[in-house]
């Protein structure tokens, strides 16, 4: 084979294309609860969220997480299937119940949780089952939430450390009520690769691991090279976003969208961000990507709505 040109094409556009058609192993990493609204219940956390979109965009979603066996745990097993999810890497608990959220969603669509407290996912246990997941995932998304408890926060942790050298490792900070600490924030951080986080949760970060806060783009370059992270993403609610590298950045304004309830947006937002990080796509065509997803998600109801084709085609777009 010539090293120059695969029919006509650079090596290096052969593998970006080989890429674009690979299939990527993805791992959401941590919660399943259900979202108990004041007139429905949905299946959510952000595991599921993120990789619901990931198996949209066309990459193998994987959900690794522990629900109780009891009435809500059958209905999510069965939810899982409806939306195509697998649930090989689900583990049963017979002590403890599968996890719900009190959900109310405010006038300007965003929710505010009250999460219920030792719940199956609190004690997700290292196995030989999650140890061959993470020899074979090409990325993982993990988060606060369920790093809350002993059990939960030390097999994410040994997840995280046993995945391939190549593996994407995300750390979509996702704040819920006091379940975090500085310690446990700059834990996850130093174990990331990419670090995702919202506006509001920024001055949070940054106060936690003692850094200043001149503007968004030097305190995302301070958190790089304190963390040796290869991308930070700041999160801007309907105002866009804001990607960060060592040495480039980039900023999107996001889209105007009729906001229906934005549950589950950040997570398709990580999803699409994954998606394109994996294949080698520009710092603008994941931002515009993400940012489309995320909006979409936004205006519809609930987090996880039925595949768009239309959405897909754009989101997955290279060269917008």
Not at 201 to 208: F, I, K, Q, T
Request: hydrophobic share 45%.
């Amino acid at each position: 084979m010539d090293l120059k040109k695969v029919d006509g094409e650079s090596v290096q556009e052969y593998e970006e294309g080989r890429d674009c058609m690979r299939q990527f192993a993805i791992v959401g990493l941590g919660e399943v609860l259900w979202d108990i609204f004041p007139t429905h219940k949905q299946l959510g956390g952000a595991p599921a969220n993120f990789t619901y979109i990931a198996g949209l965009l066309g990459d193998e979603g994987i959900v690794a997480s522990r629900i109780g066996e009891d009435d809500l745990g059958r209905e999510a097993l069965e939810r899982f299937g409806g939306l195509g999810l697998s649930f090989d890497h689900i583990q049963r608990d017979l002590e403890h119940a599968t996890g719900t959220g009190i959900v109310e969603v405010a006038s300007d669509g965003q929710p505010r949780f009250e999460i219920i407290r030792k719940v199956a996912w609190d004690f997700l246990e290292w196995t030989a089952d999650l140890e061959a997941l993470a020899s074979r995932a090409d990325a993982v998304c993990f988060g606060t939430l369920a790093q809350r408890e002993v059990t939960s926060r030390e097999t994410i942790q040994r997840f995280v450390d046993a995945v391939r050298a190549s593996a994407v490792k995300v750390f979509d900070v996702n704040l819920r009520q006091t379940f975090y600490s500085p310690e446990l924030l700059a834990a996850s951080a130093s174990s990331a690769d990419i670090l995702k986080l919202n506006h509001e949760e920024l001055p949070v970060l940054l106060r936690a691991v003692h850094a200043p806060h001149v503007d968004d783009v030097r305190a995302a370059r301070w958190l790089c090279g304190r963390f040796a992270l290869k991308l930070v993403c700041i999160t801007r609610g309907g105002n866009g976003s804001l990607l960060v590298t060592p040495r480039e950045q980039h900023e999107h304004d996001g889209f105007p969208v009729q906001v229906v309830d934005t549950v589950g947006a950040g997570d398709a937002f990580t999803a699409t961000l994954v998606h394109h990080y994996l294949r080698g796509s520009s710092l603008a065509e994941t931002n515009e990507a993400a940012n489309r997803m995320g909006a979409w998600v936004a205006s519809q109801a609930g987090a996880t709505p039925a595949a768009d084709a239309e959405q897909i085609q754009l989101a997955r777009a290279r060269n917008a």
